[in-house]
């Protein structure tokens, strides 16, 4: 098959970019992991770091693999600010986008033929790598995937097939002297052009089965899940920005919460609802942590009561942190 009936294919399914490689192992990335787990750059993480001798090597991932394609959806609609009350998730968290691609990608696989795997934010798997590989995009200074279309404000996901596809070309583009993201990243967890050190980063403390340390939580603000600082100000998304700015936001989204709801709410309801993102261990607890900070961060008196019942609680992380969300409140007043 050629690159063009690909990309013909994947058009048709609704997949915004979409790119070709042969399943070779991924030398560098490999090395990288290995450098990062020494330096305790990766934190607890598992993930893709638990085996790079798997996750690097698309090659082991399907007997008789021939090819590795890569995909980009984007999720990018505007959406409403947090209100009173109210925190935010990261953009890509706002719907189950990971389901979407991952139903793209087994039609995709199934309108080719042969045997195929689907990976999708799988631990087997590192799917910027194989991005890059196949030109879907470039790897910016966060770290993020940039597609030249759609900034980074994509999802990826990766089949890998049995059929023989025209491998599409690595992207000749950079950051260039630009470096809006390491400036603007509030906890500097961009340590280098390209490294990020997870123990610094939000997004990884926001999903970490660990108390949230005191000097992280002031930096958090109104955020309940993800960060999208370093993506907010890279001159990659303004096109994807503009074009979409009048987009309807789906039925389904949820760019906001409420954080009363989510402390007062019975906690496996609350996992159940939000099971796109990622608990360790499903544990209610992480997300009512991180709706306390919020609270703290930008709750009023009125919202004592809900934190109260957490300062009463037997659980010692989630009382601790109720007592420093009610100190804040008392400070500001
Ligand atoms: C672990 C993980 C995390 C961790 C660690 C992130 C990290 N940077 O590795 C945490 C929890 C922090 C995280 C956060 C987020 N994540 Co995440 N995460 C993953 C996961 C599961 C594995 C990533 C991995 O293997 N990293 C390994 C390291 C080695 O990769 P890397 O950091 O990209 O390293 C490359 C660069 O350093 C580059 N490089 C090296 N030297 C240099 C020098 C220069 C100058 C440059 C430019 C680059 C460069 O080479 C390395 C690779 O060889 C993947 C899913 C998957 N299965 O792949 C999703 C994934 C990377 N995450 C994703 C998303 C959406 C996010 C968030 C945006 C979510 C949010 N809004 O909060 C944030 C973004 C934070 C950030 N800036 O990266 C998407 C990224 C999509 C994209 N466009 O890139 C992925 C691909 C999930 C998916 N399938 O869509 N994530
Ligand atoms: S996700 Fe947030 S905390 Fe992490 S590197 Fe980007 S801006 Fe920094
Ligand atoms: S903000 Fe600038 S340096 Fe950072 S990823 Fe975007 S283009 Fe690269």
Redesign the pocket.
Known sequence: MTASELAHLAEELGLDVVGAARPEP?E??ER??RE?LELGY?AD?R???ARPEV?CHPETLLPGAKTVISA?LCYYTPGPGPEGGEARL????WRDH?AELREKLDALGRRLGGSYRV?????H?????G??RSGV?F?????????RTHG??????TLVTAVEIEPTPPLDL??GSCRL?IDACPTDA?V?????D?RL?L??W??APHPIPEPVRADLGDQA????V??DVCPWNRGVEKRRSGAELPEDATPTVSLVDWLERDGAALVAEFDRLYVPKNDPRWLQRNALIALGNSGAAGDADVIVRYVESDDEILSETAEWALAQIADRA
């Open positions: 991924y560098d990335t990288h992991i990062r990766f993480m993930f893709t770091m996750s980009a990261a953009r890509y968290a990971y990976l999708v934010d799988a631990n798997h590192v799917d910027r790598a991005a890059v995009g790897s910016g200074k966060n770290t993020m995937l940039i597609t980074s404000w994509v999802v990826l996901g950079n950051c993201c961009i280098e052009a390209g490294v990020i997870a980063c997004a990884y926001l999903q899940y993800g960060c999208d370093c993506q």
